[in-house]
């Protein structure tokens, strides 16, 4: 990765009195090297903390605006370098750098080979030339020998890497694996299994012929084939034509049967509703006739004929509250239990009129005591009176009564009065219990992203708010609701959007409390 380097002012100014005087471009003759890491600055003259300064330097351009710098230290100091700084054959710091992390680290007996990529932001980098030192290690590209770095990789477009042979290989391998298009797939090595992975079956190998007389089982039948077979004469007529609208079928009672038809579908019709033929069928008609005549013996009822009357000999039906009148029933069969009064009623024993019993009627017949139906323990006994201490008598429901209606119960009913509402679309329900339900709306503007809407109750709660739901009635699908600061006498409602600018609307709210 290139470094941008700083120019120092007195560097630039040298830069430009080189070219304005025509004398040649301003040479780098030294590079200095400290162990002090420190913020570059454009004024700075001197390397902070400069604890060695090279002559054995080499660089050179590798584009318009990057230069690359090689310096070479054998000394036998170890040292390590946080900054840097470029020196002119004038003595002048023309350019800094400096970073927190090390740019490289020296050992005692080993030799010292650091090269750099300059960027060098807004000068032409053909404005500088270095002196005639033997060594340069820039790095490579289309246009400048130097050092390159190896690369495996396969699917890579730079043009400053150089492929390994283990990429090659890998590159070699895969094309051998890949087939030719010139080849048009024979180069396949498998044909069977290549038709067999696009789904073709074994006609896919089959020969074709429009011989239409052809017994081969390795060959397609073209359809020119059977259109030849069709328009043939030798076909032994086994294709109906469709202007013979059947009638060229072998068997018309064989094509019926396959149809599902069955014997009347070949019968004729007839009006006639005085005819005994059976070979015919009966058309609707002679049915409606037969039915309109006066020649059918009285077994067709009419409409008129049925009455919600206590007309003799006529059947009943409803009237038009659904109600069916009749006179009294009777029964065919006559009874002769002496008890046939627990049940129903007749003019005499024996009689087959039935009506319905009284209460006291059943009761006398049944001759039921409270004590058969083990109820031996209640009182015989009634009374109305709301403050009686009686154990042997039954209170009258008019009793009860009384008591609701009075001002002694201590509050234990409930009336309706206790149940009050105020409002309508903003509004409040009490309850006797103290519970309040409380309702409104709040209408708000126009907004984008989010709006809070203050909701105030119609009434606060004496005690506790326990609950408070907002809703939104926007028709956005991409809106939501909350809330917060909730309190007794009301809460703040947020409304976010994820889309569009909301128009204004309308917030529903709804609150439970003591």
Not at 123 to 140: C, H, Q, R
Not at 182 to 208: C, Q
């Amino acid at each position: 990765m290139a470094l941008k380097i700083t120019i120092t002012d007195a560097g630039r100014a040298e830069l430009i009195n080189a070219d304005n005087t025509g004398t040649g471009p301003v040479e780098i003759t030294h590079i200095a090297f400290t162990e002090t890491a420190f913020t570059p600055s454009k004024t700075q003259t001197a390397l902070p903390d400069e604890i060695k300064r090279f002559a054995s330097i080499a660089g050179e351009v590798v584009a318009d605006d990057t230069i690359s710098v090689t310096a070479k230290d054998g000394g036998t100091d170890a040292y390590t370098v946080h900054g840097f700084g470029l020196i002119s054959e004038y003595g002048t710091l023309f350019a800094v750098y400096s970073q927190e992390a090390p740019i490289i680290e020296k050992s005692g007996p080993t030799t010292l080979l650091l090269t750099v990529d300059i960027i060098l932001a807004d000068l032409p980098a053909a404005s500088l030339t270095f002196g005639d030192i033997s060594f340069s290690n820039p790095p490579a590209s289309t246009t400048t020998p130097g050092v390159v770095r190896l690369s495996n990789a396969t699917d890579s477009i730079a043009q400053n890497l150089a492929a390994t042979p283990r990429a090659v290989k890998l590159a070699n391998d895969n094309a051998n694996t890949r087939l030719g298009k010139s080849d048009n797939l024979a180069d396949l090595t498998n044909l069977a299994t290549a038709r067999v992975n696009l789904g073709l079956g074994s006609s896919a190998t089959l020969g074709n012929t429009a011989l239409r007389t052809s017994s081969s089982t390795t060959l397609l039948l073209q359809a020119a084939a059977m259109n030849d077979h069709r328009t043939s004469g030798d076909h032994d007529h086994r294709y109906p034509q469709r202007s013979n609208n059947l009638s060229d079928l072998t068997s018309p009672s064989q094509a019926r049967s396959n149809l599902g038809l069955g014997a009347s579908a070949t019968m004729g019709t007839t009006a006639s509703r005085s005819s005994s033929s059976t070979s015919i069928v009966l058309q609707a008609k002679a049915m409606n006739d037969h039915r309109q005549s006066n020649d059918h013996d009285g077994r067709y009822y009419t409409r008129e004929y049925f009455t919600d009357a206590d007309t003799p000999n006529t059947p009943m039906r409803r009237d038009s509250q659904g109600d069916v009148w009749a006179r009294l029933f009777r029964s065919s069969y006559s009874s002769t239990n002496s008890n046939i009064a627990a049940i129903y009623t007749t003019q005499t024993i024996g009689g087959d009129f039935m009506r319905p019993s009284t209460p006291a009627q059943v009761k006398a017949a049944l001759s039921l005591h409270k004590n058969d139906v083990g109820l031996s323990n209640i009182p015989n006994s009634t009374t109305s009176s709301r403050s009686s201490s009686s154990t042997a008598s039954l209170l009258q429901a008019k009793a009860m009564n009384d008591h609701c209606r009075s001002g002694d119960h201590d509050g234990r009913y409930v009336r309706p009065s206790d149940f009050t509402r105020t409002g309508t679309l903003n509004g409040v329900q009490r309850l006797p219990n103290g519970f309040l339900f409380q309702y409104g709306y709040v209408d708000y503007g126009d907004f984008a992203d989010e709006r809070t809407v203050p909701v105030t109750f119609n009434t606060t709660f004496p005690n506790q708010a326990l609950f408070a739901a907002p809703v939104i009635n926007s028709g956005q699908a991409s809106v939501s609701v909350t809330q917060r600061n909730f309190t007794n006498s009301g809460f703040m409602a947020v409304v976010k959007e994820f889309d569009t600018v909301i128009a204004s609307g309308r917030l529903y709210w709804f609150a439970i409390g003591y």
